[in-house]
């Protein structure tokens, strides 16, 4: 690490044994994961019956990392991701149903239905996106921490979520510059699934440490098991808590897997099913789910009623979704701000 202050590699690894945590705060975390790949497996189901179109990037077995993250926000923080963004919208408060809805394109969605996969958006939870193009959630979360800073909003944080492959982008290095330089507090998660679509990091890096390229920029950096909800969690509570209090940059890698393709477009040839096979036994749902049952934490009835919630839940959104409606084609050109003659005047 480097730096001064407490970081994630101080935090205290007793807090991954679930008895140190509370009953309750374990379920939910659980909860957590089982409501985003329930959704998730539905998406995929819905694609293929052509109900959800265009792209749509799954972020099924990395549940863990949204799951140890959220649950230390406050309201009034901000959030950025990437457009394998469908689970950070879920657990910072988008409505399923609206997020459903957004996958349709239905104008009942979080985004009106302009936006669809990629781009779930909604102001009211402090969620700014997903976002299409790869490392561009970065200077726009400097951009709110500025924001913060210059009206004297203190101990907000702004979290913004990117894959490995955002470190190639120039613009990865130009915002943790600023971010350290005018110390804006930003916690960079970086999501180090192994590939950015079929290019695993050493094709692309001769520097494969990431911690090493943000302490380059001079952030103070932690990493930790992204496949372990408790470990998440453990990183993160550090890691959110020096942001808020040093009001300065933080940057933490999580260690991740993705189980699905990169996107429903991916013929996987990139990396052998054994690998897969063998990160799936590192499931962070069926590997928490046993460390609680170990721990004499959770029992069948209860693990029954986490998954009969969110099917619930799923069934209505869907519904939700299905009963949703088009944007007229008369409201085409709302909020477009520029057309061929050149900005509206
Ligand atoms: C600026 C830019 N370049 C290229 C692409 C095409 N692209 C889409 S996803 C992706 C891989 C990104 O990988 P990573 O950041 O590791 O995220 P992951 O998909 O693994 O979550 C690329 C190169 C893009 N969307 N934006
Ligand atoms: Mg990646």
Known sequence: MSGTA????????????PRRHERAFCLARLADMVRIRRMEERCAQLYGEGKIRGFLHLYIGEEAVAAGI???????????????????ALLRGVSMKAIMAEMFGKQEGCSRGRGGSMHLFDKACNFYGGNAIVGA???SAVGLALADQMLGRKGCVTVCFFGEGAVAEGVFHESLNLAALWQLPVLFVCENNLYAMGT?????????SLT????AQGLPTGHINGMNVLAVHAAAAQAIAFVRREQRPFFLELHTYRFRAHSMFDAELYRDKQE????????PIACFAAQLRAAEMLNDVELQQIEQAAEQELEAAVRF?????WEPVEQMFVDVVAGPAGPKS
């Open 321 to 325: 979704a299905e009963a949703g409606s």
């Open 276 to 283: 897969v096979e063998r990160w799936k036994t590192h499931d």
């Open 70 to 88: 959220f649950c230390e926000l406050k309201p009034e923080d901000k959030v950025l991701a990437t457009y394998r963004e469908h689970g950070h």
């Open 6 to 17: 407490a970081t994630p590699e101080s935090a205290d690894l007793a807090s991954i044994e």
């Open 137 to 139: 959630g970065l200077p």
């Open 212 to 215: 090493a390229k943000a302490a």
């Open 200 to 208: 695993a990091l050493a094709r692309s890096e001769a520097q494969i």
